[in-house]
C-alpha cells in the first residue's frame, strides 16, 4: 500500500466537485496546472479568477519534503514554531552530505561517521515531530519522492529547487525554502503569486541517440536561464504521452534551470506503468477512476495559445541530442554544431570527466539505455578513455541494477559506482587535482553547471547531456567527438562505430530491494527529547530575528555590489560548506563569497569604511561582521535573477544574519526572493535598472520613507556619495500586506511563533 494513501483518496475525493465549481467560477475549459492550483486553495483563498503574476493566493499542500542540508534549518525552525507534530505528510532524506571520492561503500561509510551527529538530530527530530527519515544511502531525495510519494493531481513543496521532479507523476511540485516548509508543517496556508504558464507541445517521437534529457535542454535554450521566472510549464501532445514517467521527470526536474516555478504533465498510460511498478497499484487504480480531471481539457491543447501566456511547438522526431554548457544550463548546442562550438569557442578538447546519474537522471531507464552504449563498447573492446562515474539515484534502482547486471556493464569499461547521493552534482565530489584549478571539460547528466559548482574549480567547464550520450563520450575521451556519425579505434586498431543506445523503461523482473531505507517516526513523540550541544560547531539553536527598525536603514554601507550572475551557489556555497547547513552562525563565513566585486572584479574582497574614509579590504563575511560590531546596518546591490539556482534559504539567513538590512536588484529569482522576505529583510529592485550604475562603494545609504513602506509603494533610496553629491532612486517591491508583518515581526517564523501562541 502506498504512503499516505488515506490522503490521497481524500484528495480524488474531492476532485471532481471541486473541478466543477472551478470551471464554472472561471467560466472556460482549464489547463492541469489551473486544476492543480484551484483544487488546493487554501480556505484563506476563496475560489475566485486570480491574475496571473498578479495576485498572491494561499494554498494547501498535500506534502512536504526535506534534504538533509536545509532540512537542518528548516527543522529547527520548525521547533521554534510551538508544534508537538507535523500537519502535513512530511519526509526528511538524507542525500546531500556523502562525499563522492573513492566508491559508494566506503564513502557512505566515511559520511555515516562524520555526520552522525547531524544524522541523529535529524532522525530524532524527525521520530519526535511525527516525519518520514530516509537513511543516509537511501537515495536522492526527488527519485525517492518519485517512487514512493509524487500522485497525479496532488500539490507539494519541498526545500530543494529541483522538488519540481515530481511533475513526472502529474504533480504541481514547488520548491522552497525552509520557512515556507515550516507554515505548512506547522498547519499554516502556503503563500504564492498566481504563476503565469507556459505550454509546450510535443509532437513526433523520441527515437536513436535522442532521450527526454534533450526537451529540456532544448527548451532551456529557447527561453534562458530566467525565462521562466514567474511561469509554471505544462507539457502536452502525443510527444509527452510517448514518454516514460521518468523521462517527464528528467524534463520536470531541470525546469529549475529556466527558473520555472515547475513543470508538470498530464496523466496518463506511462504513469499508470509507472505507479504499478513500484508498488503502488493502489494509487494507479484511484487515478484511473478521475483520469480526465488530472490532465487538461481536450479544448485548451486543441487551442493551447487561448489559455496559455507563452506556447512552445517541439517535434520530437526531428529533435537532435544537445550538449549545454559551459557555466550555464542554458547554452544549448545540438550534437551536430558541437564540435565547432568546441574549436570557436576555445573549450578543452579533451573529456575529463564523465558523470551520469543524480536526481535528474537515474532512473532504471536512464542506466540501462547508458548500459547499453557500454555493452557494446566492451563487445568492440574499448574502454572508456576519461574518468567515468556512475551515481544511482536511489537503493531501490541501484539494487535492481547490480541484480540486473547493469553497474558490472559500467564497471566493465572502467566505470565506479559511486553512493546513492547527490555527490559531485552539488560540489560533494573531493576530485583529485581540483585544487589545481587547471582549465579542464567535465559532461554530466546532472542540471546545473555553474563555475565552480561541482569540483571547485573555476575553470572546470561543465557541459549538460543525456546518460547515454555522457557514456559515448566518456568513451571516446574526446569533446569533438559525435557518436552519431564519428568512429573510433578499438584497441586492436580497428575503426568502431557505437549503435544508438536501447533500454527498457521499467525492469522486466520487477523493482526490488533489501532495505529501501525509509525509517517511520514514533506515533506518539512526546517522550522524545531533542538535544543539541551548546559546543556543536554543525548545529545550533536559533536565536529569533528582530525587526529592522528606520534607524538602521539610515546611513547604511555598502557590502558588495554584486556584478553578473549571482546564484545561490555564489551567495552561500555548498560542497564543503554543507558541513554547517545547521549553523547559522558558522555557515555565515561563507556569505557572498563567490559574489564578484563590481568595483575590483574579484571575489570575496571588498571596501570596509567602518573605521572612516579610509578603505579597508578584507573578506565579505568579515567586513560585514566589522560593520555589525560598530552597529551599523549594510545594504547588497546585485544585477539580474539574483539569487538563481538552489533554494537554499541560507543565502538569505546568512546576510540577515550578518546585519544586512535590504537587497536591492535588477530582479530576483523567484525562491530567493521570497526566502529574503521570509527573513524580515527587504528585497527591492529598481524601478530604473540603470541606477545600479549610480551605486559607489563608499556610499552612505538610507531609505528616506522606510515608515510608509506599504503595498504597492515605492520607496527611495538615498546615495549619499563621499564627494557631497547626492543621488536618490526610485526602488519598487512585491510585498503584500502579510509579508510586510514579517517584516514588521522580525521574520515570517516570529509571526507564526506569535499567532500558535494566541491560537
Not at 156 to 167: E, L, P, Q, R, Y
Not at 200 to 206: E, P, S
Not at 372 to 397: C, D, H, M, W
Request: proline letters at 4%; glycine letters at 10%.
Amino acid at each position: 500500500m502506498a504512503f499516505d494513501i488515506d490522503m490521497i483518496k481524500a484528495v480524488y475525493a474531492a476532485l471532481p466537485k471541486k473541478i466543477e465549481a472551478v470551471r464554472e467560477r472561471l467560466g472556460r475549459p482549464l489547463t492541469l496546472t489551473e486544476k492543480i492550483l484551484y483544487t488546493h486553495l487554501d480556505q484563506a483563498s476563496p475560489l475566485e479568477n486570480y491574475g496571473r503574476a498578479k495576485d498572491y493566493v494561499f494554498f494547501s499542500p498535500d506534502r512536504v519534503a526535506m534534504q538533509d542540508a536545509t532540512a537542518q534549518m528548516a527543522l529547527l525552525q520548525f521547533m521554534m514554531a510551538g508544534r508537538d507534530k507535523v500537519a502535513a505528510p512530511s519526509t526528511v532524506h538524507c542525500d546531500h552530505l556523502i562525499q563522492a571520492k573513492v566508491g559508494a561503500d566506503k564513502d557512505l561509510e566515511v559520511a555515516n561517521d562524520k555526520n552522525e551527529e547531524v544524522y541523529d538530530f535529524l532522525s530524532s527530530v524527525s521520530n519526535k515531530y511525527g516525519i518520514g527519515f530516509w537513511k543516509p544511502g537511501a537515495g536522492i531525495i526527488h527519485q525517492i519522492v518519485l517512487e514512493n510519494y509524487a500522485f497525479p493531481g496532488g500539490m507539494m513543496i519541498g526545500t530543494d529547487s529541483h522538488t519540481v521532479n515530481a511533475g513526472g507523476l502529474g504533480m504541481v511540485a514547488i520548491g522552497i525554502g525552509g520557512a515556507d516548509a515550516v507554515d505548512v508543517m506547522a498547519g499554516l496556508p502556503w503563500e504564492l503569486k498566481m504563476p503565469k504558464l507556459i505550454g509546450v507541445k510535443l509532437t513526433g517521437k523520441l527515437g536513436g541517440w535522442t532521450s527526454p534529457k534533450d526537451v529540456i535542454l532544448k527548451v532551456a535554450g529557447i527561453i534562458g536561464a530566467k525565462g521562466g521566472t514567474g511561469y509554471i510549464v505544462e507539457y502536452f501532445g502525443e510527444g509527452a504521452e510517448s514518454m516514460s514517467c521518468t523521462g517527464k521527470g528528467t524534463i520536470c526536474n531541470m525546469g529549475a534551470e529556466i527558473g520555472a516555478t515547475t513543470s508538470t504533465f498530464g496523466y496518463d498510460a506511462s504513469m499508470k506503468r509507472y505507479l504499478e511498478a513500484t508498488g503502488r497499484a493502489d494509487v494507479a487504480e484511484l487515478a484511473e477512476g478521475v483520469k480526465e480531471h488530472l490532465t487538461g481539457d481536450a479544448a485548451v491543447y486543441a487551442d493551447p495559445s487561448q489559455y496559455f501566456d507563452q506556447v512552445i511547438e517541439i517535434n520530437l522526431t526531428e529533435l537532435e541530442p544537445h550538449l549545454n554548457g559551459p557555466f550555464t544550463p542554458d547554452r544549448a548546442w545540438p550534437i551536430s554544431e558541437f564540435a565547432k562550438a568546441v574549436k570557436e569557442n576555445d573549450f578543452p578538447s579533451v573529456l575529463s570527466v564523465g558523470l551520469i546519474g543524480s536526481c535528474t537522471n537515474s532512473s532504471y531507464e536512464d542506466l540501462s539505455r547508458a548500459a547499453s552504449v557500454a555493452r557494446q563498447a566492451a563487445a568492440k573492446n574499448l574502454k572508456a578513455k576519461a574518468e567515468f562515474t556512475i551515481t544511482p539515484g536511489s537503493e531501490l534502482v541501484r539494487f535492481t541494477a547490480e541484480r540486473d547486471g547493469l553497474l558490472d556493464n559500467f564497471e566493465e569499461i572502467g566505470g565506479m559506482v559511486l553512493a546513492n547521493a547527490c555527490g559531485p552534482c552539488i560540489g560533494m565530489w573531493d576530485r583529485v587535482g581540483a585544487e589545481k584549478k587547471e582549465k579542464n571539460a567535465i559532461i554530466h547528466s546532472f542540471n546545473r553547471n555553474f563555475a565552480k559548482r561541482a569540483d571547485g574549480n573555476p575553470n572546470t567547464q561543465a557541459f549538460v547531456a543525456s546518460p547515454e550520450l555522457v557514456t559515448a563520450m566518456t568513451i571516446s575521451g574526446d569533446m569533438c567527438f559525435n557518436p552519431l556519425t564519428d568512429k573510433l579505434i578499438n584497441e586492436n586498431g580497428e575503426e568502431v562505430m557505437l549503435d544508438p543506445p536501447t533500454g527498457v523503461e521499467l525492469p522486466p523482473k520487477g523493482f526490488d530491494v533489501e532495505d529501501a531505507g525509509y525509517v517511520a517516526p514514533a506515533e506518539d513523540g512526546s517522550g522524545i527529547n531533542v538535544t543539541v550541544n551548546p559546543e556543536s560547531d554543525r548545529l545550533q539553536l536559533l536565536t529569533p530575528f528582530t525587526p529592522i527598525q528606520k534607524e538602521e536603514v539610515t546611513g547604511m554601507r555598502l557590502l558588495i555590489k554584486a556584478k553578473g550572475k549571482c546564484t545561490t551557489d555564489h551567495i552561500s556555497m555548498a560542497g564543503p560548506w554543507l558541513t554547517y547547513r545547521g549553523h547559522l552562525e558558522n555557515i555565515s563565513g561563507n556569505c557572498y563569497i563567490g559574489a564578484v566585486n563590481f568595483f575590483n572584479e574579484e571575489t570575496n574582497n571588498v571596501a570596509n569604511y567602518a573605521e572612516g574614509a579610509e578603505a579597508n579590504y578584507m573578506a565579505v563575511p568579515d567586513s560585514a561582521k566589522t560593520y555589525q560590531k560598530k552597529g551599523i546596518g549594510t545594504i547588497v546591490f546585485g544585477e539580474d535573477n539574483l539569487g538563481e539556482g538552489s533554494s537554499r534559504e541560507h543565502a538569505a539567513m546568512e546576510p540577515r544574519f550578518l546585519g544586512v538590512k535590504a537587497v536591492v536588484v535588477k530582479s530576483f529569482a523567484r525562491i530567493h526572493e521570497t526566502n529574503l522576505k521570509k527573513q524580515g529583510m527587504l528585497a527591492l529592485t529598481f524601478v530604473n535598472p540603470a541606477d545600479y550604475d549610480l551605486v559607489r562603494q563608499d556610499d552612505l545609504v538610507s531609505i528616506t520613507n522606510f515608515e510608509t513602506f506599504a503595498p504597492g509603494k515605492t520607496l527611495n533610496i538615498e546615495l549619499k556619495h563621499a564627494d557631497g553629491t547626492v543621488d536618490n532612486i526610485e526602488v519598487q517591491h512585491s510585498y503584500n500586506a502579510q509579508q510586510i508583518e514579517w517584516v514588521k515581526a522580525g521574520s515570517a517564523l516570529n509571526k507564526i511563533r506569535e499567532e500558535i501562541a494566541n491560537a
